[in-house]
């Protein structure tokens, strides 16, 4: 009779770390891209430290084609935590945020919640939020 209860209980502390444990999978609806030529690239960090575009500091990061003019990304097995993501329309395929004079982007580009670029990037802070599940992001892109 012990034994079982010990059985019990292992198997109940088992199914709570695996819950701590969890992954989950984030889709990216992107909106308004102007055009299907190219990729859509993307950054996820789980901190400010390099956001928006410090490759090294990305826990995710990625370039999918483009499918249509609204369109969806999916990444899988991302930890529960806090996040906030950068997004740019790679139009010439080159995997980078062009930039034209005085370093404005020339390719779109977007922010979780939707934060808006003003005299530089979107803070970490106004793109942060809380993945604890399987979600769904809207990302509209901006233009130059």
């Known amino acids: 009779m012990v034994l079982g209860l010990s059985h019990v209980s292992m198997t109940g502390l088992a199914q709570a770390e695996s819950q701590l444990n969890l992954n989950s999978q984030l889709t990216i609806q992107v909106e308004q891209l102007n055009s299907q030529q190219g990729n859509v690239c993307y950054r996820i960090f ?34 529960a935590g806090t ?19 005085f370093g404005m982007p020339t390719e779109g580009y977007g922010f979780s919640n939707n934060a808006i670029a003003r005299t530089g990037p979107a803070s970490y802070d106004e793109a942060m939020f809380l993945l604890g599940g399987n979600m769904t992001l809207q990302i509209r892109m901006q233009y130059p």
Request: aromatic share 6%; glycine share 14%; with cysteine.
């Open 83 to 101: 996040y906030a993501m950068a997004i740019y329309h790679d139009a010439n395929g080159d995997e980078v945020l062009n930039r034209g004079l």
């Open 46 to 79: 789980n901190g400010s430290q390099g956001f928006p575009s410090g490759d090294g500091n990305a826990v995710a990061q990625g370039c999918d084609p483009i499918t249509d003019l609204d369109m969806s990304l999916t990444i899988e097995a991302l930890p």
